[in-house]
């Protein structure tokens, strides 16, 4: 069975960094797109980064030059580090993965505030 675990959220002082994961299992991870998602309370759904197979990446403009997508194919692992937090960055972050089918991980909170 396909798993994906986020992990690596928490509560954080404005102007504070983090670093989130999404390790899966049950899939060939390198040949999949990753993206991270946010959701805060009352706000839709939004893509924050996406990396593809290849290692081309791309990023909202509200995270653009904060936050930075990378991946590990070896751990089956991709990584999204975010600097400079500000409030407006809190929500539940998700990793999705697909290729031909779309996985979704549980989520993780992040929490900026002071």
């Known amino acids: 069975q396909v798993q994906l675990v986020e992990s690596g959220g928490g509560l954080v002082q404005p102007g504070g960094s983090l670093r989130l994961s999404c390790t899966g299992s049950g899939i060939i991870f390198r040949v999949f797109t990753m993206d991270w998602y946010r959701q805060a309370p009352g706000k839709q759904r939004e893509l924050v980064a996406t990396?593809?197979?290849?290692?081309?990446?791309n990023y909202a403009d509200s995270v653009k030059g904060r936050f930075t997508i990378s991946r590990d194919n070896a751990k089956n692992t991709g990584y999204l580090q975010m600097n400079s937090l500000n409030p407006e960055d809190t929500a539940m972050y998700y990793c999705?993965?697909?290729?031909?089918?779309?996985?979704w991980g549980q989520g993780t909170q992040v929490t900026v505030s002071s």
């Open positions: 990396i593809t197979s290849g290692g081309q990446t």
């Open positions: 999705h993965v697909y290729g031909d089918r779309h996985y």
